[in-house]
């Protein structure tokens, strides 16, 4: 039906005989021409439709999104009436013949314009939204990031192995999706929430390389950068060590960053540990885009004479660089947004021409104030923050003003993507609302050698064989080195809480295989659709999915969740209990 893309015409196809296939994306009438906007997934291109052709009388017909066919031939636009703003801007195609393949209802939104329709709108009418050039940006660029993935791993070894999605539940902090069996009334099976224990298996079972494109599934709240299904690059070796993993992903990341932007990134990428993410960034998933750390000065702080410093368990400062004249409602933004991250309150230092301004200004004296300055490498100009608090509290709470900065001031530029590895996080931690120890990622995670014999005594002194990969403040993978000897597996849960008989009803099938020489293994899975989304440019995974969910789980184009007839519900033994009205 079609020769050519409209989107892929140029200047050296003028004089062919082309046919096209699209949608009209706009229409105008002046008179005697007809021009239509022709689109297909690959770009525009401009149709003219004369009197003396048959195409003109149908050209007056069709209206935008009417399916159509045009055969015509390529020419050069007249100098004046070249358009740069499209591919195609050099050429047009003087129609001969325009069939109607199929016309089109007055859409709920305009395609060629929808940016600013409401996102229920476009996710009832997803056929639609998906249509428009950026939800098609963003699916080609998904689908070269999947093609590169798979083309780098096979080159490194690794084989593709496909994971069941029906198994039982083996509880790793998310709620499960439940799936009933009609086979085995009572018993049922779970969608897995990731592929973690089937991946060990495999590496027990002498695989050594493996990777999915894996669909994962949680029931939990939803958030911008969360659905109920989802989908992991997932990744596992035997024989390795951390540097051996995190020089796979690198290399990994650095093809797909050429392959689908054309972008380099500089390699190796910045390790951090998770204390000093915390101390200089306030969140263990820093942008990097900019500077803007907090520096710890509670040595300095407790020699001013001010109770509130020198009681501090510590004292935390941002140093915002030439905003010492910072309107009295911005610095009031910026404290609110520390108390509501839990701060007790934050007071300012504005470094002025005429001399040091704001509430610390009477306490500080010259010599202090130089300390400080030296603290922080401040400088005229400058804003000074502080917040005095437990050190976690503090840091946290002038993070949630560097991100907002950040963005205030476009400090982060566009198309600039910053990575960074987080390393040595704890390995557990204590949850004070179940009364008990929990893990940090997750309870097969290996703690580090030297920190073994701390397990029983002082658990929360152990760090991990774990590791996170941040891109432009958002976390995009984590994994770890895993445990693989039962011995030990078998105390970590018992520090979780899980005893003996537990386990074996758990996870006793991993426990058994740990027994027929598991070799030491590790791996990592990225959250694809989080990083298609930051490389895309966009806020939310919603956008690059091809069909999402809303924020409350509902599929608003096919109606899902939906009710079933109570004939299915029989053969598979399930009564629905309806809630009680409150």
Same mark, same amino acid.
């Given at each position: 039906?079609?020769?050519?893309?409209?989107?892929?015409?140029?200047?050296?196809?003028?004089?062919?005989?082309?046919?096209?296939?699209?949608?009209?994306?706009?229409?105008?009438?002046?008179?005697?021409?007809?021009?239509?906007?022709?689109?297909?997934?690959?770009?525009?291109?401009?149709?003219?439709?004369?009197?003396?052709? *048959?195409?003109?009388?149908?050209?007056?017909?069709?209206?935008?999104?009417?399916?159509?066919?045009?055969?015509?031939?390529?020419?050069?636009?007249?100098?004046?009436?070249?358009?740069?703003?499209?591919?195609?801007?050099?050429?047009?195609?003087?129609?001969?013949?325009?069939?109607?393949?199929?016309?089109?209802?007055?859409?709920?939104?305009?395609?060629?314009?929808?940016?600013?329709?409401?996102?229920?709108?476009?996710?009832?009418?997803?056929?639609?939204?998906?249509?428009?050039?950026?939800?098609?940006?963003?699916?080609?660029?998904?689908?070269?990031?999947?093609?590169?993935?798979?083309?780098?791993?096979?080159?490194?070894?690794?084989?593709?192995?496909?994971?069941?999605?029906? !198994?039982?539940?083996?509880?790793?902090?998310?709620?499960?999706?439940?799936?009933?069996?009609?086979?085995?009334?009572?018993?049922?099976?779970?969608?897995?929430?990731?592929?973690?224990?089937?991946?060990? !298996?495999?590496?027990?079972?002498?695989?050594?390389?493996?990777?999915?494109?894996?669909?994962?599934?949680?029931?939990?709240?939803?958030?911008?950068?969360?659905?109920?299904?989802?989908?992991?690059?997932?990744?596992?070796?035997?024989?390795?060590?951390?540097?051996?993993?995190?020089?796979?992903?690198?290399?990994?990341?650095?093809?797909?960053?050429?392959?689908?932007?054309?972008?380099?990134?500089?390699?190796?990428?910045?390790?951090?540990?998770?204390?000093?993410?915390?101390?200089?960034?306030?969140?263990?998933?820093?942008?990097?885009?900019?500077?803007?750390?907090?520096?710890?000065?509670?040595?300095?702080?407790?020699?001013?004479?001010?109770?509130?410093?020198?009681?501090?368990?510590?004292?935390?400062?941002?140093?915002?660089?030439?905003?010492?004249?910072?309107?009295?409602?911005?610095?009031?933004?910026?404290?609110?947004?520390?108390?509501?991250?839990?701060?007790?309150?934050?007071?300012?230092?504005?470094?002025? *021409?005429?001399? *040091?301004?704001?509430?610390?200004?009477?306490?500080?004296?010259?010599?202090?104030?130089?300390?400080?300055?030296?603290?922080?490498?401040?400088?005229?100009?400058?804003?000074?923050?502080?917040?005095?608090?437990?050190?976690?509290?503090?840091?946290?709470?002038?993070?949630?003003?560097?991100?907002?900065?950040?963005?205030?001031?476009?400090?982060?530029?566009?198309?600039?993507?910053?990575?960074?590895?987080?390393?040595?996080?704890?390995?557990?931690?204590?949850?004070?609302?179940?009364?008990?120890?929990?893990?940090?990622?997750?309870?097969?995670?290996?703690?580090?050698?030297?920190?073994?014999?701390?397990?029983?005594?002082?658990?929360?002194?152990?760090?991990?064989?774990?590791?996170?990969?941040?891109?432009?403040?958002?976390?995009?993978?984590?994994?770890?080195?895993?445990?693989?000897?039962?011995?030990?597996?078998?105390?970590?849960?018992?520090?979780?809480?899980?005893?003996?008989?537990?386990?074996?009803?758990?996870?006793?099938?991993?426990?058994?295989?740990?027994?027929?020489?598991?070799?030491?293994?590790?791996?990592?899975?990225?959250?694809?659709?989080?990083?298609?989304?930051?490389?895309?440019?966009?806020?939310?995974?919603?956008?690059?999915?091809?069909?999402?969910?809303?924020?409350?789980?509902?599929?608003?184009?096919?109606?899902?969740?939906?009710?079933?007839?109570?004939?299915?519900?029989?053969?598979?033994?399930?009564?629905?209990?309806? *809630?009680?009205?409150?």
């Amino acid at each position: 039906m079609r020769t050519h893309w409209c989107g892929e015409l140029r200047p050296a196809h003028a004089g062919q005989r082309v046919a096209v296939c699209g949608w009209v994306h706009r229409r105008r009438d002046l008179g005697g021409l007809v021009f239509l906007d022709l689109r297909d997934r690959e770009g525009v291109v401009q149709v003219v439709c004369t009197p003396q052709q *048959p195409a003109h009388a149908a050209a007056q017909q069709v209206r935008p999104e009417y399916v159509v066919r045009v055969v015509g031939e390529v020419v050069i636009r007249p100098p004046h009436t070249v358009n740069p703003k499209i591919a195609t801007g050099e050429v047009e195609i003087r129609a001969e013949t325009l069939e109607v393949l199929n016309p089109s209802r007055t859409p709920p939104f305009e395609v060629a314009d929808g940016d600013d329709v409401d996102e229920s709108v476009r996710l009832r009418y997803r056929y639609l939204d998906l249509r428009r050039e950026r939800m098609q940006r963003n699916l080609r660029l998904r689908h070269r990031l999947a093609k590169a993935t798979r083309d780098f791993l096979d080159r490194e070894g690794f084989w593709e192995v496909e994971t069941p999605h029906l !198994i039982r539940a083996t509880p790793e902090g998310a709620r499960d999706f439940l799936v009933p069996s009609r086979l085995h009334p009572g018993k049922f099976y779970v969608l897995p929430q990731s592929p973690q224990l089937l991946k060990q !298996i495999l590496m027990v079972a002498g695989v050594e390389r493996y990777f999915q494109l894996a669909r994962c599934f949680r029931d939990e709240d939803l958030r911008a950068d969360r659905q109920p299904e989802f989908t992991q690059i997932d990744v596992e070796m035997s024989f390795v060590d951390r540097d051996d993993v995190l020089s796979l992903v690198e290399r990994l990341v650095g093809y797909l960053m050429r392959e689908a932007l054309g972008v380099d990134v500089p390699l190796p990428f910045p390790r951090l540990s998770y204390r000093d993410a915390l101390l200089r960034y306030g969140t263990d998933k820093p942008d990097l885009r900019y500077g803007l750390t907090i520096d710890d000065v509670t040595e300095v702080a407790k020699a001013a004479e001010l109770r509130l410093f020198r009681e501090a368990e510590a004292v935390r400062c941002l140093r915002i660089p030439q905003a010492a004249s910072a309107s009295r409602r911005e610095v009031e933004q910026w404290v609110t947004l520390a108390v509501e991250a839990g701060a007790p309150g934050v007071l300012h230092l504005a470094l002025q *021409p005429d001399g *040091p301004k704001g509430p610390l200004a009477k306490h500080l004296t010259d010599g202090l104030l130089d300390s400080m300055r030296a603290a922080t490498g401040a400088r005229e100009g400058d804003l000074l923050l502080f917040v005095a608090a437990a050190g976690d509290v503090a840091s946290a709470a002038l993070g949630k003003i560097r991100q907002q900065v950040g963005a205030q001031r476009g400090l982060a530029r566009e198309g600039t993507f910053a990575y960074a590895w987080v390393v040595d996080f704890p390995l557990l931690e204590w949850d004070d609302q179940e009364g008990r120890y929990v893990a940090v990622h997750h309870p097969f995670t290996a703690p580090v050698d030297e920190d073994v014999d701390l397990l029983e005594s002082q658990p929360l002194r152990v760090r991990a064989k774990a590791y996170d990969l941040v891109l432009n403040g958002v976390e995009v993978a984590g994994g770890s080195i895993r445990i693989h000897r039962r011995e030990l597996q078998e105390r970590v849960f018992r520090l979780l809480g899980i005893g003996p008989e537990q386990a074996q009803e758990r996870f006793g099938f991993l426990l058994e295989a740990f027994q027929y020489g598991a070799p030491p293994h590790g791996g990592i899975a990225f959250g694809f659709d989080r990083l298609v989304m930051v490389l895309a440019g966009e806020d939310t995974i919603r956008d690059v999915i091809a069909f999402p969910k809303t924020a409350s789980a509902v599929d608003l184009m096919m109606g899902a969740p939906s009710e079933v007839d109570e004939a299915q519900l029989r053969e598979v033994h399930i009564a629905v209990r309806k *809630p009680a009205a409150p």
